[in-house]
């Protein structure tokens, strides 16, 4: 399947958006189309995030990750926080997943970060495999607090990096 990653733009957004709605009712959460594309609206129309799309040679979007900006002190290095990654139940297993992680990987060395940083559910065995085989290690020891949450789901977190090399 022939599939193009891209920086999103605000004209991507009502795509995305219905994308990004599966993706949080995927995670527990309740269906809601206006919600998911203010949310993007001013993620993108703030600077707040960076999204990559995928679109199939038809013109559908077929997957989507978003990143956030973090900031290293002691390296004075940029880190992002790959927050969302979600590809579209009806073309999972194509690569696509992959196709989103090497773009993101590129966008990390063209904007010289220190690396990138992850999160996933215990129970989300197929993104913990996508992350592993495209060489993102599990952060053993964890540093990050974490506050409980109430949701009915298992949403205990295994944290990744990948770390550029210097």
Do not use: H
């Not at 920086?7 to 958006?17: C, F, K, L, M, Y």
């Not at 040679?57 to 940029?78: E, H, I, N, T």
């Amino acid at each position: 399947m022939e599939v193009t990653i891209r920086r999103a733009t605000t004209n991507d957004i009502e795509e995305i958006a219905k994308l990004f709605d599966a993706y949080r009712v995927f995670f527990g959460q309740g269906s809601d189309l206006w919600l998911a594309q203010e949310f993007l609206e001013g993620r993108l129309s703030n600077s707040e995030s960076v999204i990559f799309c995928a679109y199939t040679s038809d013109g559908r979007c077929a997957g989507f990750a978003q990143l956030y900006p973090r900031f290293s002190s002691v390296s004075a290095k940029q880190v992002w926080i790959l927050n969302d990654l979600f590809v579209s139940e009806s073309v999972r297993g194509m690569g696509i997943g992959t196709k989103l992680l090497c773009e993101i990987e590129a966008f990390g060395k063209e904007t010289q970060a220190k690396g990138i940083l992850l999160a996933t559910t215990v129970s989300n065995t197929a993104a913990q495999k996508l992350y592993e085989c495209n060489g993102y290690q599990k952060v053993t020891e964890r540093f990050l607090d974490e506050r409980k949450s109430t949701s009915k789901k298992n949403n205990t977190d295994l944290f990744f990096s990948k770390l550029a090399n210097d």
